[in-house]
């Protein structure tokens, strides 16, 4: 069946396109920007790549008359910039507006689990959303979901930052909301369940795993599982602002995610009864602390296939990471080291390893103290790290930077920066035929403040960038 794939570099449709692939599926992917989708990981015939932008209706027509089901997995929550729910408004307007020109029998929306009337903003767009997406000309199913536990997702990685930074867990009341967390797995399963399966067209179902827990339950169990000793004090003042900023500082989230969260978390999700496991022939649900062990095997063995923490963040990427490929040179500061090498396999090593745990090679001090400076500003700070300590593709994040390009071939590496600046920046490493490493940072900087914040860090880069292309170079 030709199936299409919305939201394809997401952290969903980058775990669901294999499953649909191995079950012998053609796939078209839709993503907004074609630099961000790593083809060489599906070599497969079977996929195909369109670049589509919801929001924008003259891009539509890149979309197949031909397929048959598809998967509806696009979000703005984590969206820096605008209104989320008015983007998701759109983009859900302008998908049923060009599916329903096409062959399509059916749509699965993922969604969230609501349950109250007094919903978040995010689950009032959610809601919103399955709304606009119903029509005469296709079957919608949708699917919703609460917590989701796996390697890379948002719930998972908070979760893992609070129990494993924080011995005294100092927590708001939203802690004693209930909720029905779900393994990753479970949720491909039910997704492919629902592929083409009539029973369920036009139907919604709540989807979670076998347990009702309160988030504080959610900790503790996690502690347990990890061979952590935590206590936990939930305190009645903790206003949904301070929350929100508690989330942050703590966590790898943006602040803009964090608010949506809190809000979010007020709300107690739990599944209403359904006969979904019989009309898709029983799935085996997972339970919290096995879902929590089947997500650190993953992660030991550096197999996360996507991680929330790739969704674009700064505005200024929204058009397309290719744009930024070509970096300026008019009006801009540079600062370009260029050392001598000797093993060229060993420095490209170097440098496809920088960042994250193993660091940025010299005065890693600094790196963490201006992560905290970004933090403090409203940035994204360094707690995002790289999902894969040796492999990195295009489109992912990287602590603060966003990867432009990483092209073994090209045997260079760029990045983006994303921390919070009065200007652009950009950071390139690259091994040149003479065997040279050739490392040069631009910045590119917005008014007087721009310039005036280059001039007071210059100093520092002198120190820093000098001793990081020396010791990329030797080590």
């Given at each position: ?14 775990r ?8 012998g ?22 996929v ?25 997995l ?18 859900a307007?302008?998908f ?59 719930s ?24 029905q ?5 479970n949720v ?5 369940g ?5 029973p369920t067209f ?39 602002r ?18 949506h969260l ?11 009864e ?16 096995k879902?929590?062990k089947l997500?650190?095997g ?13 969704a ?40 496809w ?6 660091g ?16 403090m ?6 707690r995002r ?35 919070k ?28 403040w ?14 820093i ?11």
């Amino acid at each position: 069946m030709k199936i299409l794939l919305t939201g394809a570099t997401g952290y969903i449709a980058q775990r669901l396109l294999p499953v649909l692939l191995k079950n012998g599926h053609e796939v078209v992917c839709c993503v907004r920007d074609k630099s961000r989708f790593n083809k060489d990981r599906y070599p497969s015939q079977s996929v195909s790549v369109v670049e589509v932008n919801f929001l924008d209706e003259s891009t539509l027509d890149q979309i197949p008359d031909d397929i048959g089901v598809v998967y509806y997995l696009i979000h703005s929550m984590s969206t820096s910039s605008g209104d989320f729910a008015k983007m998701e408004d759109v983009s859900a307007r302008n998908f049923r507006s060009r599916i329903e020109q096409t062959n399509a029998e059916q749509v699965i929306y993922l969604s969230g689990i609501i349950n109250e009337k007094n919903l978040s903003k995010h689950l009032s767009s959610r809601k919103n959303v399955e709304e606009i997406l119903k029509s005469d000309k296709y079957a919608l199913t949708t699917l919703k979901a609460g917590i989701i536990i796996g390697s890379g997702s948002a719930s998972f990685e908070i979760i893992r930052d609070l129990v494993e930074k924080l011995p005294l867990i100092i927590a708001p009341l939203w802690l004693n909301t209930k909720s029905q967390p779900i393994a990753i797995r479970n949720v491909l399963d039910y997704l492919l369940g629902v592929l083409n399966n009539k029973p369920t067209f036009n139907n919604s179902y709540d989807i979670g795993g076998s347990e009702v827990m309160t988030y504080k339950d959610m900790l503790l169990r996690f502690a347990k599982v990890r061979g952590l000793k935590r206590v936990i004090w939930v305190i009645p003042f903790m206003t949904p602002r301070l929350s929100s900023y508690w989330l942050y500082f703590v966590t790898s989230t943006s602040y803009s995610l964090a608010t949506h969260l809190v809000n979010s978390m007020k709300v107690e999700i739990v599944c209403k009864e359904n006969n979904l496991n019989e009309l898709i022939g029983g799935v085996q649900v997972i339970g919290y602390d096995k879902a929590i062990k089947l997500a650190f095997g993953k992660i030991e063995q550096n197999q996360v296939a996507s991680s929330w923490k790739d969704a674009l963040t700064s505005s200024t990427l929204n058009n397309g990471i290719s744009q930024h490929i070509q970096v300026p040179v008019n009006g801009c500061y540079t600062d370009k080291r260029r050392v001598k090498i000797e093993n060229t396999d060993r420095v490209l090593k170097n440098i496809w390893s920088i960042g994250g745990t193993t660091g940025w090679y010299y005065g890693n001090w600094l790196w963490e103290i201006r992560g905290i400076m970004d933090k403090m500003a409203g940035g994204v700070g360094l707690r995002r790290g790289r999902k894969n300590p040796t492999e990195i593709s295009a489109g992912e994040s990287l602590d603060f930077w966003r990867v432009l390009l990483a092209s073994k071939e090209e045997k260079r590496l760029l990045l983006y920066a994303e921390m919070k600046l009065p200007g652009e920046a950009w950071l390139e490493f690259k091994i040149t035929n003479d065997n040279m490493l050739v490392q040069t940072a631009t910045f590119r900087p917005l008014g007087i403040w721009g310039r005036t914040y280059w001039f007071a860090v210059l100093p520092f880069h002198g120190f820093i960038f000098k001793g990081m292309g020396n010791r990329i170079a030797r080590i």
